[in-house]
């Protein structure tokens, strides 16, 4: 996936709805309301493009791993989700909800690693919970806040 090019796409599609916005604005000052009514459904059609760009960079983000050699693909991808919607509640929400997977597994992970006294492989698993945990919680705290 070419995350460059989706930039490019998110930036060409916010630009055009700011633009159809304004023209928007204009007919409904000027009291041609069928030439408004256009424009707020090429509104509503760019808003859609907008929402298969984020659906495409969240099926992207949940298809590849953490690992070190993803992190950057994930932070760029997690930095165009924010430019596209940066107080999205539900993309919270079902941040929250893979998190709290996430979480579920890793514990499981964990207690089958103290069980057969893997150390070594238990103490990655519980920083990776660790981080998890202090992620659910910061999302938890700013949704409580937003209430």
């Known amino acids: 996936m070419d995350l460059d090019q989706l930039h490019y796409d ?6 055009r709805r ?3 916005v304004l023209e928007k604005n204009d ?3 000027c009291e ?7 424009l707020r ?3 509503r059609k760019i808003i859609d493009d907008l929402a298969q760009v984020q659906a495409k ?5 949940t298809s590849l791993l953490l690992d070190s050699t993803n992190f950057m693909k994930k932070q760029r991808i997690h930095d165009l989700l924010i430019e596209l919607n940066p107080v999205d509640p539900n993309f919270l929400g079902s941040c929250l909800d893979r998190i709290e997977l996430n979480i579920s597994e890793l514990k499981l992970q964990r ?6 006294k893997d150390a070594e ?7 990776t919970l660790n981080e998890q945990l202090k992620l659910q919680g910061a999302i938890k705290h700013f949704l409580h806040r937003k209430q």
Not at 32 to 38: G, M, V
Not at 57 to 61: D, G, S, W
Not at 111 to 116: E, K
Request: glycine residues 0%; charged residues 30%; proline residues 0%.
């Open 41 to 43: 459904e090429t509104e």
């Open 57 to 61: 960079l969240m099926h992207y983000t």
């Open 121 to 127: 492989s238990a103490e990655s698993v519980i920083l």
């Open 111 to 116: 207690q089958a690693h103290l069980s057969n």
């Open 27 to 29: 007919a409904i000052k």
């Open 10 to 15: 998110i930036l060409r599609l916010k630009l």
């Open 32 to 38: 041609r309301y069928e030439k408004a009514a256009d």
């Open 18 to 20: 700011a633009e159809v």
